[in-house]
């Protein structure tokens, strides 16, 4: 079986923890609960045909991606890069974060995130998204599970 | 002082060392924090997920030492938050991996509590900005998609959640939205969670410093009040103290400064005359722990109906209850049968 380090990353209170409990365990709590450090587990995905095993990585948001240790980041394969589309100054740093990102993890996969999505209208998601200076990769709503799934499952396929 | 060297030099941790051989199997350990019996001989990363990518990447990587902080991870032995260095060792010819557990789970729970403070009111400031720069400024419904509703809520309910721990930060604030935003409360309600961040920074940097030193309590507390009480002269104070209170005790003076002026702050809702009251005493645990007890009264208003005052007090008392958790004491919240008054009890403990 393939194994794979992937990183759920961005500034805090994005919702990181929420789409790793997403993800790992179909749950979601409204209760904000900040994370500290780094939480470890895994799911094994079906990608291409293929048994993936990703070793998903929470880590604690910090409001730029320099001040995350690097040692956490040591030999991930994708980066997962949340932002909370109902609060603006959670993508703001999003050129200087990927571009350190990229040069940090050469070759690493990585997805940007909106989250959220279910706190906006319409009128307002079209409006966060133009503030947002680059492409999303997934529009996602971790309280709904709104393509939790289908953000890993693309980038599992992504990384085999 | 940083949080590394408070880690390493003040407090006491216990420190757990594993040998992992070439094949990635558990070798030898001292057993300090868990008991490892049942894995020696076993691939650690079957047991334990950090390892299926880490031991490789590790081992691949040019570095001999590496280091990972505030690790929780899904290992029934390892419940809490540690620290794990990685060292490359050579072990008769054999090209091992010693594992170090460093058991900061104490110190990162209390650092868990500050952050969770930071990051609401961080949180809570930038919807305040949002809200500000929006053009929608007219929209009642502008923050309940964030924040809960109270509208239909007495004080007495969210005084028992609060309790029971099941009221935060979020849940004061709701309050204060429900009540205050629509009129002037927006910028107070910054300038009152800047305030915060303030003193919730300040209480981190003494508790690091963790100054201790004999102080005659009464004088102390009394001298505190004074000088609070100068810039809040629409209050009227009392001050007692219970019989047995030693008359000199060991203590932090600039926590309890802290404590004292949180719990008299005031609230913009609080520029009427109010009567506060401090009664102080002096208690000991079923285990004998000394108790300094502040119980602090202060008036509300005789209506049932929340106000932006009572939503003050409970910004005020849900941030007290997150500190005073944090240095082992506990606080307690009661509010009388007409709501006029509610009743702090802050339990500090004692050296």
Known sequence: MISKKVILTGSFGVGKTSIFNQFLFQKFSDKYLTTIGVKVNKKTVEAKGQEVSLLVWDIAGEVTQDKVPTSYFLGASGIIYVMDLSRPLTFEKLDSDIAYLEELLPGAAIKIVGNKKDLLSKEELLEAQQNISKKLDAITSAKTGENIPDLFLNLAEELV | ?351
């Open chain 2, 1 to 351: 002082m940083t949080l590394n060297r408070h880690k390493y030099n003040t407090r006491f941790h216990k420190h757990q060392i594993v040998l992992i051989d070439d094949k990635g199997r558990l070798f030898e350990s001292c057993d300090s924090i868990f008991d490892s019996s049942e894995y020696i001989g076993l691939p650690l990363e079957d047991h334990f997920y950090f390892f299926e990518s880490e031991l490789v990447n590790f081992q691949k990587s040019a570095a001999t030492k590496t280091k990972f902080e505030k690790v929780k991870v899904n290992f029934k032995s390892l419940p809490g938050y540690y620290d794990f260095v990685l060292s490359k060792i050579d072990v008769n010819g054999q090209n091992c991996v010693l594992w170090e557990i460093f058991d900061y789970t104490t110190i990162y729970n209390e650092y868990l509590i500050i952050q969770q403070l930071r990051n609401e009111i961080s949180i809570i400031e930038q919807y305040v900005s949002k809200y500000q720069s929006s053009k929608k400024q007219d929209d009642d419904n502008f923050f309940q998609s964030n924040f809960r509703s109270t509208k239909n809520i007495k004080l007495s309910d969210l005084i028992k959640e609060l309790e029971e721990s099941k009221f935060d930060l979020f849940s004061s604030i709701s309050v204060w939205i429900d009540k205050a935003y629509i009129e002037k409360g927006i910028t107070e309600l910054k300038e009152c969670m800047s305030g915060l961040i303030d003193e919730i920074n300040f209480f981190v940097q003494q508790l690091k410093a963790s100054n201790y030193e004999e102080v005659n309590i009464s004088d102390y507390v009394s001298s505190l009040i004074a000088k609070n009480n100068n810039d809040q002269t629409a209050t009227i104070y009392s001050t007692s103290y219970a019989e047995g209170i030693p008359k000199k005790l060991f203590l932090d003076k600039k926590i309890i400064e802290k404590f004292i002026r949180i719990l008299m702050m005031q609230g913009p809702g609080q520029e009427q005359l109010v009567e506060k009251s401090l009664r102080m005493a002096y208690e000991k645990s079923f285990e004998g722990i000394p108790f300094l007890v502040f119980n602090f009264k202060e008036q509300v208003e005789s209506v049932s109906n929340l106000t932006s005052t009572s939503a003050c007090i409970l910004i005020k008392i849900t941030i007290l209850k997150s500190l005073v958790n944090m240095i082992g004491g506990t606080l307690k919240v009661k509010i009388d049968e007409n709501e006029a008054y509610i009743t702090t009890d802050l339990f500090f403990p004692l050296k």
